[in-house]
């Protein structure tokens, strides 16, 4: 398989917060065969009003090249124009965002397919760990590694 | 050697890294693990589950006890990840 | 199977072009169970640079309802929280957007799932008419439908 | 009744849309279109492409032939959907 000379990967692990428009205005520039842009946005949710804030640690270096790669791989495997993924750390509260993933492509599927599949990869196989704090004050609980995600991961592997 | 810790493995041992020299003995990523098990009761705490410790080497996820750890720079340990 | 008060179903059809960034933030608003966001925006290509623009028709009426029965479903099916699909109609030149779907969700698959379903049957089954139009300003051409989308509707029938 | 037209079949009609009086013996959407069939060679060249005719009643897609249209208010032919 060729990849195009038009192919991007942006990959970010940030505190800030990330603007969705001006990254597929990132993804688009300059490429006028990309027919379908698919976006996955990621965000903390209250769990019925209990949490307050997530606090993500990841380990800095490895998460980045280890995205790149997986990121290379999606491109590959799906003939994808591209894909941004950025991942804040730190300090997140309910309602904001965590982890952004867009997949540009010619046709729709394929872009589907690419953002899932990072998405699948960056919950099971990125080096981020989320810790819970809540509204009652109690100290900090560490989330446990879902079977639903690795599961999900399972999928792409035939 | 640097080791480093993620999650609540940083915080029962209370470090987030620490350069080491090891024993000539440990050779294999399975020694190390091993002999990480021997260093006190916290570190036994953490190493005992030997199937909730995930390890990579030089930045690299790895999952083979045989590998030779001699050459290695970095080794970080750390739970399932949970990002996304 | 209960739908949350929280429900939105936003659905346009319009020539001017939408704001991503805006959708969104209408989905989100006042409602922090929301942990997924999945967009998908569909792109006129240029075809190798042969293609000028497009030109869509509709039924005017007939398409709006069907796109939010089409919404009504893919929220009851994956237990969303809300749809918006947005669709261009009139001349639309290359590099625009044509058709914006977002689907907002708790998790993360009935997210993917949302979108991706309601695209299937936008192009299948909503009133819509594309017309090529080529730079060698040969008169447009009415895009054939493909067996493909058709058979990417099929996915969902079991 | 209205009938209404969309794409290729339109610029083929050559009208958007149009008022009929339908001839008392049309009941069943299969008459009415075996009706349109006759009314001249530019209704023939798209009624005589049963399969590539797609129909709406009152802004409804429907395709059972055996359908009674006489309290139908429009009636929309047009070309399979390429939407999207």
Known sequence: MTVSP??????????????????????????????????????CRDESDSLSALEIEHYPGMAERQI???SSD????????GITAIHRFGKIKTGENIVLVIASAPHRQAAFDGANYVMDFLKTSAPFWKKEHFKDGVSGKWVDAKDADNTALDKWKH | ?????????????????????????????GDLTSWMNTRGDE?????????????????????????????????AFFPPMTGG
């Open chain 2, 1 to 29: 050697m640097k080791l480093v810790y993620f999650s609540w493995i940083r915080e029962r041992l209370d470090m987030s890294d620490e350069e080491i020299s090891l024993p000539e003995n440990v050779i294999s990523l």
């Open chain 1, 6 to 43: 038009h192919v991007k990967i942006n990959v970010k692990i940030q505190t800030d917060d990330f603007d969705l428009n001006i990254e597929i205005d990132k993804l688009k520039y300059h490429n006028k065969n990309i027919g379908a842009i698919v976006s996955f946005v990621g965000l």
């Open chain 1, 74 to 81: 999606a491109i590959h495997k799906f003939s994808l124009f």
């Open chain 1, 68 to 70: 790149k790669n997986i």
């Open chain 2, 43 to 75: 570190f036994k705490a953490v190493f005992e589950h030997k199937n909730v410790v995930r390890i990579a080497i030089d930045q690299e996820h790895v999952d083979d006890m045989t590998l030779d750890i001699t050459q290695a720079k970095e080794i």
